[in-house]
T-cell receptor, first 114, second 107 residues
Framework: DTGVSQNPRHKITKRGQNVTFRCDPISEHNRLYWYRQTLGQGPEFLTYFQNEAQLEKSRLLSDRFSAERPKGSFSTLEIQRTEQGDSAMYLC????????????FGPGTRLLVL | AQRVTQPEKLLSVFKGAPVELKCNYSYSGSPELFWYVQYSRQRLQLLLRHISRESIKGFTADLNKGETSFHLKKPFAQEEDSAMYYCALRLSEKLVFGKGTKLTVNP
């Protein structure tokens, strides 16, 4: 297992278009997280899943954003009607859960909205 | 509000010099703190966490609840330590990150 993977690595889109990102976690990890990172900031939490259940969503996750993890394995993050302010690095992380767990991060998907 | 503050955006030291990256947190409960590092063109990775009380790559960090700090220290910096360093606080299941400190170790 090579760790958390994310696709695509880069995405350029025009304002108003929809985009979808995919995250494949480490295989035995039941928790999956999405974060967003903008220039000069640390990662900010968006949402997380325990298996297929989405258990928490940040206020940053507007109604244009939707995340799924249909079979408790990979996850997708969709942004509808993209805006220039959505330009950021979108990071996925996974963990096995439990006390003192470590979140392992993917390489990220860099989104640029023109 | 729970938050993490890293007061230095940039930190530059010479090779062999001691380095300290500051992290202060605001949290009313018992904190669980981490340091993550991101080397150039690599993904974010865990450096160390306070519950392990470990030393990784010569780095240590001590939780000081009185000062609400979790500063990262290394007695002798190496050029390969140049990277972005993020302090993070675990809140229920999510991590709250500071804005990061870019460390440059000059030869």
């Amino acid at each position: 297992d090579t760790g958390v993977s994310q696709n695509p690595r880069h995405k350029i889109t025009k304002r108003g278009q929809n985009v979808t990102f995919r995250c494949d976690p480490i295989s035995e990890h039941n928790r999956l997280y999405w974060y967003r990172q903008t220039l000069g900031q640390g990662p900010e939490f968006l949402t997380y899943f325990q298996n297929e259940a989405q258990l928490e969503k940040s206020r940053l996750l507007s109604d244009r954003f939707s995340a799924e993890r249909p079979k408790g394995s990979f996850s997708t993050l969709e942004i509808q009607r993209t805006e220039q302010g959505d330009s950021a690095m979108y990071l996925c992380a996974s963990s096995i859960g439990g006390v003192g767990e470590t979140q392992y991060f993917g390489p990220g998907t860099r989104l640029l909205v023109l | 509000a729970q938050r993490v503050t890293q007061p230095e955006k940039l930190l530059s030291v010479f090779k062999g010099a001691p380095v300290e990256l500051k992290c202060n947190y605001s949290y009313s409960g018992s904190p669980e703190l981490f340091w993550y590092v991101q080397y150039s063109r690599q993904r974010l990775q865990l450096l160390l966490r306070h519950i392990s009380r470990e030393s990784i790559k010569g780095f240590t960090a001590d939780l000081n609840k009185g000062e609400t700090s979790f500063h990262l220290k290394k007695p002798f910096a190496q050029e390969e330590d140049s990277a972005m360093y993020y302090c993070a606080l675990r809140l229920s299941e999510k991590l709250v990150f500071g804005k990061g400190t870019k460390l440059t170790v000059n030869p």
